[in-house]
């Protein structure tokens, strides 16, 4: 059986793993300083946390399958770790704004132009490898 080495998925699972643990246990702690259970509770801080843990959810694990998909093709190392450096940066830059500072729409829009630069260049550099 041949073995499958996947260093920048691994590098960009394990960093993203990280960052949403800090970001559930930020909603975790206001939780339960509100003694909340479900919910926001009307707690816009709490909004704003479960939102950004939420967002990490709905984006990183398609970006993940990607850089996967093209590594374990034998995708150019260089570019998928530089299209997973912008993504996680602008994951972390987007994240911070919403669950951490009061309004930084600088960050969270450039968070979001990061986030959907990096997936369409994944997008179009997997395609690209089924013409080439």
């Not at 691994?10 to 970001?23: F, G, Q």
């Not at 816009?44 to 970006?63: G, H, I, K, V």
């Not at 997973?84 to 450039?110: K, P, T």
Request: net charge positive; charged share 10%; glycine share 8%.
């Amino acid at each position: 059986m041949t073995e499958l080495s996947l260093p920048i998925t691994t590098a960009l699972a394990s960093v993203l793993s990280i960052w949403l643990l800090v970001l559930s246990v930020a909603v975790i702690r206001l939780r339960r300083a509100h003694s909340v259970s479900l919910g926001d509770g009307g707690v816009e801080l709490l909004n704003r946390r479960t939102r950004a843990q939420a967002n990490l959810t709905e984006y990183a694990p398609l970006f993940v399958i990607m850089i996967a998909v093209a590594e374990a093709q034998g995708g150019n190392a260089l570019f998928l770790g530089l299209v997973s450096i912008v993504f996680v940066g602008g994951r972390f830059a987007h994240g911070f704004a919403i669950a951490f500072s009061r309004r930084n729409v600088r960050a969270r829009v450039g968070g979001m132009m990061c986030t959907f630069a990096a997936l369409a260049l994944a997008a179009v550099y997997n395609l690209l490898s089924l013409a080439f």
